[in-house]
């Protein structure tokens, strides 16, 4: 089971969490719904490419990404979605697409919305499409040390 390594994880760190299991779900606003969180508090994770390296940023499911703020924001030339083979076996754990914003666990660097860092709590993917992680955000914070960034979303 996908869960078990970042529960593991947040159990070892005394990480106090909320496990909801749903019914499947696979877009972001789908998965919210399904587990009676409201998209603007669910974080979901997308894959980037920052130059020729993996990222990833989080953000509310209600939201999309502008890759050419991403991209002004961090004073680059180059930065685009990654696509699902390129991150698939990243993530050995995880189903496809449900990785949760866990970066640190990955050895990737993670970007978070500042809207998201303002939340008191954050929920998210817990690496397959049926179970969603509840938690405080100063916990993930601790935890992932995100970079915390103002950039737009639409």
């Not at 939201?63 to 930065?79: A, C, G, K, T, Y």
């Not at 990243?90 to 496809?96: K, L, Q």
């Amino acid at each position: 089971m996908p869960a078990k390594t970042l529960k593991a994880y947040l159990d070892k760190q005394g990480v106090k969490y909320v496990s909801i299991q749903h019914s499947p779900a696979y877009t972001a606003q789908q998965v919210a719904a399904s587990a009676h969180v409201s998209g603007r508090d669910f974080a979901k994770t997308v894959m980037v490419m920052i130059e020729d390296e993996m990222a990833m940023v989080v953000l509310p499911a209600n939201r999309q990404l502008r890759l050419s703020e991403l991209r002004d924001l961090l004073d680059i030339s180059h930065v685009r979605l990654a696509s699902e083979a390129e991150f698939k076996d990243v993530f050995p754990d995880c189903e496809t697409g449900a990785m949760p914003p866990f970066g640190n666990l990955y050895k990737i660097k993670t970007y978070v919305t500042a809207n998201l860092a303002d939340e008191a709590e954050i929920a998210f993917n817990a690496g397959e499409h049926t179970e969603v992680i509840k938690m405080a955000y100063l916990d993930f914070e601790r935890l992932v040390n995100p970079t915390v960034l103002d950039f737009v979303t639409t």
